[in-house]
């Protein structure tokens, strides 16, 4: 069995959050956001706690913990990730970093698909800097006209 990253006890404060992020970071990640919920579920009988990661390049991680500090639960960018070493934190670890390596690119496109929706609350002022834009060049226009017809008198 590897060296433990952090342990259940740990889950509360700071402590998994930077141990995270100096895994993370070690690994070729960057770790922007560790969310901890201090509350303990359960789920058949097993207690855990989630663990939300978000990564710069917009990947997001959600880790549940058992009480022993095993990671019995993997959600990769929104989709359940099977791991195969859930008994051992550090090539758990491995494992979805070497995951996320493999679908960066994936990820990435599909990200650069989607089509940021603005909300209704929001106003957009380009059409009122375009129609102002358009009335200077009018006049613009006007006074270089106006200018040549006084040059050739």
Same mark, same amino acid.
């Given at each position: 069995m590897g060296a433990l990253i952090f342990n259940f006890e740990d889950?509360?404060?700071?402590? $998994?959050?930077?141990?995270? /992020?100096?895994?993370? !970071?070690?690994?070729?990640? !960057?770790l922007v956001q560790a969310t901890v919920d201090p509350q303990i579920r359960?789920? /058949?009988d097993i207690a855990y706690k989630?663990?939300?990661? $978000?990564f $710069?390049?917009?990947?997001?991680?959600?880790?549940?913990?058992k009480e022993s500090g095993d990671i019995f /639960?993997?959600?990769?960018?929104?989709?359940?990730?099977p791991l195969? /070493? !859930?008994?051992? !934190?550090? $090539?758990?670890?491995?494992e979805l970093v070497k995951a996320m390596d493999d679908g960066r690119e994936a990820f990435q496109a599909a990200l650069a698909k989607t089509e940021a929706i603005v909300p209704a609350t929001i106003r957009m002022s380009a059409p009122k800097v375009e129609a102002t834009l358009q009335a200077r060049l009018?006049?613009?226009n006007?006074?270089?006209?106006?200018t040549k017809a006084k040059l050739e008198e």
């Open positions: 889950l509360c404060g700071d402590v $998994a959050q930077q141990s995270l /992020s100096k895994y993370f !970071q070690g690994a070729g990640e !960057q359960t789920s /058949s989630t663990v939300d990661l $978000a $710069a390049d917009g990947q997001r991680l959600t880790l549940l913990v /639960s993997v959600l990769l960018n929104g989709k359940a990730f195969v /070493s !859930q008994d051992d !934190q550090e $090539a758990a670890m491995s009018m006049y613009l006007e006074a270089i006209a106006a």
